[in-house]
């Protein structure tokens, strides 16, 4: 999945953005596809629901510098009585070295809101993506300051008291407002350190704006309110 970026400040208050993922629509089987090359694009196209949340045991995958890989996630997960939609968004999560499963599900006004654990991570073992009535999946957690970020004089005031900080994963819940015809945006804050165990100085907030038939629809930076 590939992400873009964007971000507001708010000097001496809070400091906004965040980032996105959009995967590739996958191709349709043909009918002349081998059964192995069905089973790859109907995974491809897996609607998450409920249906994809596994919770279980993963100590058998623990035990030697070798154990943590994603062959042994998808073994645990089936022995640990896991849907096959489970095992299939495991396996969509768990790509280059990076482990994961859908560990809770609900829905915010009909968007999907999935929590996704990191069981190997040393520091940030939860994400979240959001689901659109696509299935299209919204990552909220990969928020970075790239150049477009930086050139906003707001940044650019607060990165020259805090030349270090930089987004923290996880984003947390910051509510939801409505949009025209219908619409909502769900809003998400990463705060902004200057090193994991250091004190915030500001938060970044972006707003995931979906229509009124619950499609993304595109993401706004959106001010922190303060008293």
Not at 7 to 30: I, R, V
Not at 54 to 80: F, H, P, V, Y
Not at 166 to 190: E, H, K, M, V, W
């Amino acid at each position: 999945m590939r992400r873009s970026r964007c971000l507001l400040p708010a000097l001496g208050l809070l400091l906004l953005a965040a980032c996105q993922k959009d995967p590739a629509e996958p191709a349709a089987p043909t009918p002349t596809a081998t059964p192995s090359a069905q089973k790859m694009a109907a995974d491809a196209t897996l609607r998450w629901s409920n249906a994809v949340v596994w919770s279980g045991d993963l100590n058998s995958c623990r035990q030697g510098e070798a154990a943590a890989t994603r062959e042994c996630l998808i073994k645990a997960m089936q022995a640990g009585g896991a849907s096959a939609d489970a095992v299939t968004a495991a396996g969509q999560l768990s790509s280059a070295g990076e482990l994961a499963f859908v560990s809770a599900w609900h829905e915010h006004d009909g968007i999907g809101v999935a929590t996704v654990a990191y069981p190997f991570r040393a520091n940030t073992n939860e994400g979240t993506r959001l689901v659109d009535a696509a299935g299209k999946r919204i990552d909220v957690d990969a928020v970075q300051l790239d150049d477009t970020v930086r050139a906003d004089p707001g940044v650019q005031a607060l990165l020259a008291a805090h030349p270090q900080a930089t987004p923290f994963a996880p984003a947390q819940a910051g509510g939801s407002t409505p949009l025209d015809n219908g619409g909502i945006r769900l809003l998400y804050r990463t705060p902004l350190r200057d090193c994991h165990a250091c004190a915030d100085v500001g938060q970044i907030q972006i707003g995931y704006d979906f229509d009124g038939t619950r499609h993304f629809i595109g993401q706004q930076v959106v001010p922190v309110a303060t008293p």
